[in-house]
């Protein structure tokens, strides 16, 4: 039986990612990962594109059009399905997913750390970044993040879990990404995340790391140039991937992330899956 681990590190352009994460591009360079282009879709807005990541819908569709308007959404979602077909889910991602997916609006109180056995999330792990602004991140440690994840996957047995961080997004909107803090930010993360990566793989879990849209230049993303828009997707697992030239669709990783876990694909979900068994 698969299981999957989803990690999105928020607004990575794809050329930092070719270059910055050696750790990520080493196990490429040895066979043991593929890496993709993967294109958001647009508005390349975060909140656009973390609804579109679950649902397979675009924002003309599912009407989330930046990040000010967070509300419940009512479309099919991976969460719904997998719970529905009896697996169990962890997230461990900013709030909005937790609005989103589960129950809006957010209750710091109640939503920060939830276990519902019937879901659609069935171990939430959240934070807000309150108080978020230029001079100030508010992003929690990725290496916490990282041990949350491990812990929900280690000690709760989630058959699926995504996890969620805004640290490389923020300091891009900051320094920009062709910098030397950006420089060092990316591989430092690259490194945290490494053996992570092990002890899922260790633990029977495929991986995928992705961004959920790039960022330009002046620390921008939103708009239609590639790269706002256009990412890495590293994956580590059995399937195959479509061609080394594809640019992978934003909207076909929900029905691929289904396909794998061998849920069937609700028919809102319209785009094709890119793994092959």
Same mark, same amino acid.
């Given at each position: 039986?698969?299981?999957?681990?989803?990690?999105?590190?928020?607004?990575?352009?794809?050329?930092?990612?070719?270059?910055?994460?050696?750790?990520?591009?080493?196990?490429?360079?040895?066979?043991?990962? $593929?890496v993709?282009?993967?294109? !958001?879709?647009?508005p390349?807005? !975060?909140?656009?594109?973390?609804?579109?990541i679950?649902?397979?819908?675009p924002?003309?569709?599912?009407?989330?059009?930046?990040?000010?308007?967070?509300?419940?959404?009512?479309?099919?979602?991976?969460f719904?399905?997998? %719970?529905k077909?009896?697996?169990?889910?962890?997230?461990?991602?900013? !709030?909005?997913?937790?609005?989103?997916?589960?129950?809006?609006?957010?209750?710091?109180?109640?939503?920060?750390?939830?276990?519902?056995?019937?879901?659609?999330?069935?171990?939430?792990?959240?934070?807000?970044?309150?108080?978020?602004?230029?001079?100030? $991140?508010?992003?929690?440690?990725?290496?916490?993040?990282f041990?949350t994840?491990?812990?929900?996957?280690?000690?709760?047995?989630?058959?699926?879990?995504?996890?969620?961080?805004?640290?490389?997004?923020?300091?891009?909107?900051?320094?920009?990404?062709?910098?030397?803090?950006?420089?060092?930010?990316?591989?430092?993360?690259?490194?945290?995340?490494?053996?992570?990566?092990?002890?899922?793989?260790?633990?029977?879990?495929?991986?995928?790391?992705?961004?959920?849209?790039?960022q330009?230049?002046?620390?921008?993303?939103?708009?239609?140039?590639?790269? $706002?828009?256009?990412?890495?997707?590293?994956?580590?697992?059995?399937?195959?991937?479509?061609?080394?030239?594809?640019?992978?669709? $934003?909207?076909?990783?929900?029905?691929?992330?289904? %396909?794998?876990?061998?849920?069937?694909?609700?028919?809102?979900?319209?785009?094709?899956?890119f793994? !092959?068994?």
């Open positions: 039986m698969t299981k999957l681990l989803l990690i999105i590190l928020d607004g990575v352009p794809y050329r930092n990612w070719r270059r910055l994460f050696g750790n990520l591009e080493g196990w490429v360079e040895q066979g043991e990962a $593929q993709r282009r993967m294109r !958001s879709v647009l390349s807005t !975060s909140a656009s594109c973390y609804a579109s679950h649902t397979g819908l924002p003309q569709k599912h009407h989330i059009w930046d990040n000010a308007d967070i509300r419940r959404l009512e479309f099919p979602d991976v719904s399905e997998l %719970t077909a009896g697996k169990k889910t962890g997230a461990v991602t900013h !709030s909005y997913w937790s609005e989103f997916f589960n129950r809006a609006p957010f209750d710091v109180v109640r939503d920060i750390e939830y276990d519902e056995p019937e879901g659609p999330i069935t171990h939430g792990r959240f934070h807000t970044m309150h108080g978020y602004g230029h001079a100030n $991140q508010m992003t929690p440690s990725d290496y916490d993040l041990g994840l491990t812990r929900l996957c280690e000690a709760k047995g989630i058959d699926y879990g995504i996890l969620h961080t805004c640290t490389l997004d923020s300091m891009g909107h900051r320094f920009f990404h062709d910098c030397e803090a950006m420089d060092h930010a990316c591989g430092h993360l690259d490194a945290v995340l490494a053996p992570f990566i092990r002890r899922w793989r260790e633990n029977g879990y495929e991986v995928i790391v992705t961004a959920d849209h790039g330009d230049a002046r620390g921008h993303h939103g708009g239609t140039g590639d790269d $706002q828009r256009d990412f890495a997707f590293y994956y580590f697992g059995d399937s195959d991937l479509h061609g080394k030239d594809d640019v992978l669709d $934003q909207l076909a990783l929900a029905p691929s992330i289904l %396909t794998l876990l061998g849920v069937p694909v609700p028919p809102t979900m319209t785009a094709r899956p793994f !092959s068994r």
